[in-house]
């Protein structure tokens, strides 16, 4: 074992703090990171201050991290020395299961790994990216292409991969007609992706605050959602919309908007049950599911197709004294659109 700084939280809404977090050496099978950026996810704080559940404290999120190969085991093969990798929500799962096996680690049936606040296989508590360095087994570790800046590539670890996935497996494409309610940091890169899949793009927003960016990043309507005008006019409409938002919404009006045999996919993890009128589905056939990130070797195909589509995050870079401002940025609505901390002010490496 050997500490690195990092920034950790004491307790469910303690600020973070400039700590250290322990890491494993390097065994056979691990690949050593040095980490250049982490994005804020807002499940970062939803864990911080409790909203999901008791956690356990000292905790260092961050599940979107971006860096160089600095090490690694006798037995890794695919990455070398230098490479430039990503690893996002998952560092391990029982890789025995049916889902496993399927290349669906993130709905592991003996429970995955997850990058911070897991157990691990050795019994240590893992401790996430907000930190310079990090040591995850190579089967866990993406490739960055290198048409992607790792800044911009980092939130793709988890907001990239959270909407990819679903949009790939409601399929999202030519012809169809699909809305992204929240533009946050998964819902701008869910416009992005849904755009480039060839989908026909509505965004639903509290205003019309963003809605240049809306259509720069590839939306073709952009509508409040603070206007009951919305929901009349779009009634009917959308044969995928893929909720990012946070906060508990109004499920049936979003329900309403949804054509013949429509699916209304729910990635936004507030703490609140979000209530559901049964005549809203029975309607139209409607169904109200939902997704949770996406394997392995799907994140890999997402990173490949955000390179080969030119798809970045768009990022607010902040130094790791910040965070915690960021933080309530981001809880205000206030975020353009991932907050990503650049590693290097995560001052003294003490490896
Ligand atoms: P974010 O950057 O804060 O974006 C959320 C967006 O939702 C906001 O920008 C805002 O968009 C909208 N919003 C916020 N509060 C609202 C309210 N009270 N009413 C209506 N709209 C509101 O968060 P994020 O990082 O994208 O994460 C979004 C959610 O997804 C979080 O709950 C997170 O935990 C969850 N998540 C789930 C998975 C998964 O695997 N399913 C993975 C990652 C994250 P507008 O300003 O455009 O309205
Ligand atoms: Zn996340
Ligand atoms: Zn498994």
């Not at 600095?70 to 560092?91: F, N, P, Q």
């Not at 507030?270 to 589905?281: E, G, H, I, K, T």
């Not at 169904?287 to 996406?294: D, P, W």
């Amino acid at each position: 074992m050997y500490t690195v700084p990092a920034y950790s939280a004491a307790g469910p809404g303690e600020p973070l703090i400039l700590t250290t977090v322990e890491r494993r050496e390097p065994g056979p099978s691990d690949v050593l990171i040095e980490i250049k950026y982490a994005g804020i996810c807002h499940s970062d704080i939803h864990t911080v201050r409790g909203d999901w559940g008791a956690q356990k404290y000292p905790l260092c999120p961050g599940h979107e991290i971006a860096g160089i190969v600095a090490g690694k085991g006798s037995d890794v093969t695919r990455y070398a020395v230098g490479d430039r990798v990503g690893v996002g929500c998952l560092v391990d799962s029982c890789r025995e299961c049916a889902h496993c096996l399927a290349g669906q680690e993130q709905y592991c049936l003996n429970g995955g790994v997850g990058t911070y606040g897991y157990i691990d296989r050795d019994g240590s508590i893992t401790q996430g990216g907000y930190s310079t360095h990090v040591v995850v087994t190579e089967a866990f570790v993406l490739r960055i292409p290198d048409a992607l800046a790792l800044d911009v590539a980092a939130p793709l670890l988890c907001a990239g991969i959270t909407t990819y996935s679903p949009l790939r497996h409601w399929g999202a494409g030519a012809g169809r007609k699909v809305a992204i309610v929240g533009m946050g940091g998964l819902g701008h890169v869910a416009i992005k992706i849904a755009a480039a899949l060839g989908a026909e793009v509505t965004v639903l927003s509290q205003s019309l605050a963003k809605q240049e960016d809306g259509h720069r990043f590839g939306a073709t309507t952009y509508k409040a959602t603070s206007d009951p005008e919305t929901f009349k006019e779009l009634s009917g409409v959308f044969d995928l919309i893929l909720n990012t938002v946070s906060a508990p919404i109004d499920i049936d009006a979003y329900l309403g908007m949804l054509a013949f045999k429509g699916t209304l996919v729910n990635v936004g993890a507030p703490a609140q049950p979000l209530p559901v009128n049964v005549f809203s589905l029975l309607r139209n056939r409607r169904s109200f599911a939902g997704s949770a990130i996406g394997g392995i070797s799907e994140t890999q195909e997402m990173l490949d197709f955000c390179a080969e589509h030119a798809i970045g995050a768009e990022v607010e870079v902040i130094s790791a004294r910040d965070v915690n401002d960021a933080y309530r940025r981001v809880i205000d609505s206030d975020v353009r659109y991932r907050f990503v901390i650049d590693a290097t002010t995560i001052a003294g490496s003490s490896e």
